[in-house]
Structures are given as C-alpha cells and as structure tokens.
T-cell receptor
C-alpha cells in the first residue's frame, strides 16, 4: 500500500477559526486529492492537484483552499471554519499508472 | 459532467452466497477508469478492483469481479462466497480521461452479510 498519512487525525475547533489539514505521501505520486465524506453523500471532491503548484477546484470547494509546494505534501485549509464543514476528510494520491487511488486514514473534523 | 449512481443504499446477503452491487455511470469520455472501494466500519478506504474502459475482459481480483457492460454504462461489483468480513460500505468511482485524473464517487451501498 502507498504511504499516505494525514494529520491531525482528529480535531475539534470553533466556528470562525482557520484550520489546516495536512496530507503527506511517500510514493512520489503526481496527483493528490482532498475529499469530504458525509452521510448520504459518499465522497465529494473538494480540491485536487495534478502537480506541484497545480491545483483545481472540485465540486464542493467553497470555503476551502489548498496548496502544494512539494510533491509529497498537499495542504487543505478551511479559511474560517463553519459547522457545515464538520466532516471526515480524506486525502488520496495517484501515480501515473492511474489504476488506483490510494487513500489516507482520514481526519475527523468537528466545528463547534 | 461525470456521474456515478448506486441505487442500492443497503443490501443483505447470506454468508457464502454471491452478491452483486450495482453501479451505473454517465460520461461522454471514451477513455475512463472505474473503481470499487470498500469502507469497513473502521473507516479506511480499501481499493478492491479497477476496470479501464478499453479493457476487453472483466477485471477480477480474488473473490471480486467487475461486470463491465460498456454499452449499458454499468460496472457492477460481484462478490462471490460472501464472508462476514465483507460487511461494509462499498463505493463505485470513475476517473475521467483528462490530464487531471479527476475521480467521482457514488453514494455507496451498505452490505451486510448474515451468518
């Protein structure tokens, strides 16, 4: 399995505070993704990256920004957290082979 | 825009029986990839199987097989000889053909295996 880690694994924060989630992969994969998972919605794509400093919006990008300054790291920032952003966040990466997306363990974020 | 539809929110299957989880997709691309993932109650996403749109044979991985019907735009997952450990959420997903390799997921099917 690809080495993908996420930090923190759990976080509780208050409305209005900025939050940054980190995804780190050791496979030198080009493509990286951030998803959120909510009951009844499956996984929805927030942002994705197709290379260092190359990112684009997914279907639920409002209120989120990302940065990728190194191949191995993909950061997701909630600029001003809201209760609607309480969710489980998954990071994933994919190599050039494109036949598998490897997922991190997830981050459970609670916004009070 | 791509769309993945999983019409079965929940399913039951008897242990040792086979089960089919449905997945249909909508895309105008000629080249795409289809995935199935398993998510047990512990929460991790486990890759099960992949099918490329140009693959002529259905993909198989152990007890998992993907019944790919391109004309019908369906990519059903078949699990043979169900085990109690197969109880989980199952997600179908599709990767587009663009250079960005964007992936869209369905809403999932919760499978429960009955002893």
């Amino acid at each position: 399995d690809a080495g993908i880690t996420q930090s923190p694994r759990h976080k509780v924060t208050e409305t209005g505070t900025p939050v940054t989630l980190r995804c780190h992969q050791t496979e030198n994969h080009r493509y990286m993704y951030w998803y959120r998972q909510d009951p009844g919605h499956g996984l929805r794509l927030i942002h994705y990256s197709y290379g260092v400093k190359d990112t684009d919006k997914g279907e639920v990008s409002d209120g989120y920004s990302v940065s990728r300054s190194k191949t191995e790291d993909f950061l997701l920032t909630l600029e001003s957290a809201t209760s609607s952003q309480t969710s489980v966040y998954f990071c994933a990466s994919q190599g050039a082979q494109a036949d598998t997306q490897y997922f991190g363990p997830g981050t459970r974020l609670t916004v009070l | 825009a791509q769309k993945i539809t999983q019409t079965q929110p929940g399913m039951f299957v008897q242990e040792k029986e086979a089960v089919t989880l449905d997945c249909t997709y909508d895309t105008s691309d000629q080249s795409y990839g289809l995935f199935w993932y398993k998510q047990p109650s512990s929460g991790e996403m486990i890759f099960l199987i992949y099918q490329g749109s140009y693959d002529e044979q259905n993909a198989t991985e152990g007890r998992y097989s993907l019944n790919f019907q391109k004309a019908r735009k369906s990519a059903n997952l078949v699990i043979s000889a169900s085990q109690l450990g197969d109880s989980a959420m199952y997600f179908c997903a599709m990767r587009d053909s663009g250079g960005y390799q964007k992936v869209t997921f369905g809403t999932g099917t919760k499978l429960q295996v009955i002893p």
